[in-house]
């Protein structure tokens, strides 16, 4: 209550913050409960008290969540943080190490797009939510190509084939087509699949000029996949040598430029630990 803002700002990050990191770095928190604790803590910050209106809120919540070099306060933004710490799950599936859990998932799920038998339930549906922002800060060095995703995967590059492709992209087929794009999911594939038996079974019969143009230079690319026996190593700059992904470097990253491939990958250098 005698603290000023910039005082109960400081408070709500040191403590506030850490004391839901924990089960932060397990789930995934529905929207009303972020929306609950943004509530209370604009509350604190605003007036210290336990309520508070809209004209003791000098600055709009969004930009308060922003990092100070970006005009920002600096105070967490409780979601993005929330999915960076959970994205260190998605990454220990890829580097296991001496993690039980995710070498019993690599058997039963299939990486790429991480279905399988046993991946059920709200807790594997908050991870495929977080795939193409995992995919937006890793790039493939392509092994086996089974964990690989032929779209929206970087595995030539630091962009995925859309953003060089994207009138071949557009043509792209999937099994169940309908129904995966009720569920507004990707059009997903693995690449081995794509090297055994030719991009053309994933492709709608007719191309369009332009697509049948962007065809020929990805055949290019395709032929000069040579697959190994050994599994695909995802590479993510945000990352310790011990497969321990940093959660801080890719929260900073995404609140100074946003959840983009292009972006995230390439100012990764600027926002390492």
């Given at each position: 209550?005698?603290?000023?803002?910039?005082?109960?700002?400081?408070?709500?990050?040191?403590?506030?913050?850490?004391?839901i990191s924990y089960l932060m770095a397990a789930i995934l928190l529905?929207?009303?409960?972020?929306?609950?604790?943004?509530?209370?803590?604009?509350?604190?910050?605003?007036?210290g008290k336990g309520r508070t209106n809209g004209a003791r809120c000098?600055?709009?919540?969004?930009?308060?969540?922003?990092?100070?070099?970006?005009?920002?306060?600096?105070?967490?933004?409780?979601?993005?943080?929330?999915?960076?710490?959970?994205?260190?799950?998605?990454?220990?599936?890829?580097?296991?190490?001496?993690?039980?859990?995710?070498?019993?998932?690599?058997?039963?799920?299939?990486?790429?797009?991480?279905?399988?038998?046993?991946?059920?339930?709200?807790?594997?549906?908050?991870?495929?939510?977080?795939?193409?922002?995992?995919?937006?800060?890793?790039?493939?060095?392509?092994?086996?190509?089974?964990?690989?995703?032929?779209?929206?995967?970087?595995?030539?590059?630091?962009?995925?084939?859309?953003?060089?492709?994207?009138?071949?992209?557009?043509?792209?087929?999937?099994?169940?087509?309908?129904?995966?794009?009720?569920?507004?999911?990707?059009?997903?594939?693995?690449?081995?699949?794509?090297?055994?038996?030719?991009?053309?079974?994933?492709?709608?019969?007719?191309?369009?000029?332009?697509?049948?143009?962007?065809?020929?230079?990805?055949?290019?690319?395709?032929?000069?996949?040579?697959?190994?026996?050994?599994?695909?190593?995802?590479?993510?700059?945000?990352?310790?040598?011990?497969?321990?992904?940093?959660?801080?470097?890719?929260?900073?990253?995404?609140?100074?430029?946003?959840?983009?491939?292009?972006?995230?990958?390439?100012?990764?250098?600027?926002?390492?630990?």
């Amino acid at each position: 209550m005698f603290l000023n803002p910039k005082g109960r700002q400081v408070l709500v990050n040191s403590v506030v913050d850490s004391a839901i990191s924990y089960l932060m770095a397990a789930i995934l928190l529905p929207a009303e409960t972020i929306e609950s604790l943004d509530q209370k803590r604009r509350t604190f910050i605003w007036s210290g008290k336990g309520r508070t209106n809209g004209a003791r809120c000098l600055v709009a919540w969004n930009q308060v969540c922003m990092p100070k070099e970006k005009g920002g306060l600096g105070v967490k933004d409780v979601a993005v943080q929330n999915q960076c710490l959970v994205l260190k799950l998605l990454h220990r599936l890829h580097h296991p190490a001496n993690s039980a859990w995710a070498q019993w998932a690599r058997e039963e799920v299939d990486l790429s797009i991480l279905k399988g038998k046993n991946a059920v339930g709200p807790h594997w549906e908050a991870l495929r939510s977080l795939l193409p922002l995992y995919q937006s800060i890793t790039f493939v060095d392509v092994g086996d190509g089974r964990a690989t995703d032929f779209w929206n995967d970087c595995w030539t590059g630091k962009v995925p084939l859309p953003a060089c492709f994207s009138n071949l992209f557009s043509h792209a087929k999937v099994k169940e087509i309908q129904l995966l794009l009720e569920r507004n999911e990707k059009k997903k594939i693995q690449l081995q699949k794509v090297v055994d038996n030719g991009i053309h079974e994933f492709l709608v019969p007719r191309l369009s000029r332009m697509a049948t143009g962007e065809l020929e230079r990805v055949l290019g690319i395709i032929i000069e996949i040579v697959l190994a026996d050994r599994p695909d190593n995802h590479v993510c700059p945000f990352a310790a040598a011990d497969g321990v992904l940093w959660a801080g470097p890719v929260y900073k990253a995404i609140k100074t430029h946003g959840i983009s491939q292009s972006h995230l990958l390439l100012a990764c250098s600027n926002c390492r630990r």
